[in-house]
């Protein structure tokens, strides 16, 4: 499918999810690392995720548990003395609700080295980050970021983007927008969620964000949840229906696999809105699954059914 490898930059996290009675299961997940999951699963080639990690035992089993699904570091550093960042997920039905612990995770730290950063992010095919990605820097860290990602796409990356917004990671709106923006004009694909877009920027329809993201990236595909998404390319539109499930499980990283669905056709050499169907074939098998993970095989029958 590809030459070269993907790598996507972000934050993992220690998992809990809720079962019913006292205990727990701890998984790993977070929103760049459930795309990267599934592109791992969807695509040959290498995987890369690009973080921060800890010394403690929770580092060491969390990266053990990468490279035992094949996902490689690269040369993130090992911060002394840090830790992952923790979430809880509660269930209502399928609908889920969560509670972090994340304030002083390692993973802030991702660019602290700028040298190991730009190392991570070369001969890549495809580099994919987000908003939640930017949140957590602070602002000199995102200016070292977007300026690696720059460079990369400069000697011949893709660079994909889903602005991911969650107000409660950002100080103000005005910060948010303007670090968004930064990150959309170093970027060639976007991934929206209209309801984000609607907090973030008041935007009416899909085909306003589609219009005011397609002013600085040329391929933008609007995600919105049970609705079809829009695929915006130039001046080209078109509405794809999602694939509908009766009684999803667990809604848990249903976008975040769309993206990983969307990404791999797309390096497969599809066209976008035959990507866009593969996406939601593979976000529809994703809700049926409990937590943020799929089973590889389970990802694989859904993309090539």
Known sequence: MMSKGVAAIGECMLELSGQNGPDWRLGY????FNTLWALAALTDGSATYVSAFGDDPFSHRQIEFFSENGIGVGTSPVITGARPGLYAITLDGAERSFTYWRSDSAARQLAADPDALKKNLENQSLIYFSGITLAILDPDARTTLVKAISSARAAGSRIAF????????WPDRETAQAAIADALAVSDIALPTFPDEQMLHGDRTPADTAKRIGQSVREVIVKNGELPALVSVGSEQQEIAAVHVARPVDTTGAGDSFNGGYLAAR???LEPADAVSRAHRVAARVVQVRGALAPFDVLREAFIE
């Open 162 to 169: 889903d602005p991911n917004y969650r107000p409660r990671l």
């Open 267 to 269: 390096l497969a050499g």
């Open 29 to 32: 997940a977070g929103d760049t």
